[in-house]
C-alpha cells in the first residue's frame, strides 16, 4: 500500500515563489522508495492533466516541462520518503491543482500513464 500526500500554500501573488512537499507513505522499504522515479503534474481549470517535473530515485535525473525549465526545482529526500517543488518566478499560468505521484514499473517518465500511485492533489492559485 501506497500513499501521497501533497501540501503546500495555495495562493501567492505573481513572480513569487512557493514550496510544495510530496511525503510518500509505503509500507515497502525505503530502500525500494529510493529506486522509483516520482514526479508532479499539474491541472489546471478547464484542462488536461500535463506533466511538470520528475525526478530519479536518486535524485540525480531530472525532467522539466519546458514551460517551467528555469524557474521550478524538483528534488528528494529518500531518507524521509518526500519530494520537493521549489517553484520560482510563478505565473497567474501556472495556476492549477499539483499532484505528486511514483512511477514503479517502466515507462516514459512525462507520461501520466507510467505512474503508478498518485496524491489527491493541493492547489496552486497564482493571482495578484
Known amino acids: 500500500q501506497v500513499q501521497l500526500q501533497e501540501s503546500g500554500p495555495d495562493l501567492v501573488k505573481p513572480s513569487q515563489m512557493l514550496s510544495l512537499t510530496c511525503t510518500v507513505s509505503?509500507?515497502?522499504?525505503?530502500?525500494?522508495?529510493?529506486?522509483?522515479?516520482m514526479a508532479w503534474f499539474r491541472q489546471a481549470p478547464g484542462k488536461e492533466r500535463e506533466f511538470v517535473a520528475a525526478?530519479?530515485?536518486?535524485?540525480?535525473?531530472?525532467f522539466y516541462k519546458d514551460a517551467v525549465k528555469g524557474r521550478f526545482t524538483v528534488s528528494r529526500d529518500n531518507a524521509n520518503n518526500t519530494m520537493f517543488l521549489q517553484m520560482n518566478g510563478l505565473k497567474p499560468e501556472d495556476t492549477a491543482v499539483y499532484y505528486c505521484?511514483?512511477?514503479?514499473?517502466?515507462?516514459?517518465?512525462?507520461?501520466?500513464?507510467?505512474?503508478?500511485?498518485w496524491g489527491q492533489g493541493t492547489r496552486v492559485t497564482v493571482s495578484s
Open positions: 505521484a511514483v512511477k514503479v514499473y517502466n515507462g516514459n517518465e512525462d507520461s501520466e500513464a507510467s505512474y503508478d500511485y
Open positions: 509505503c509500507e515497502a522499504s525505503t530502500r525500494l522508495f529510493s529506486t522509483t522515479f
Open positions: 525526478v530519479s530515485g536518486s535524485g540525480g535525473i531530472t
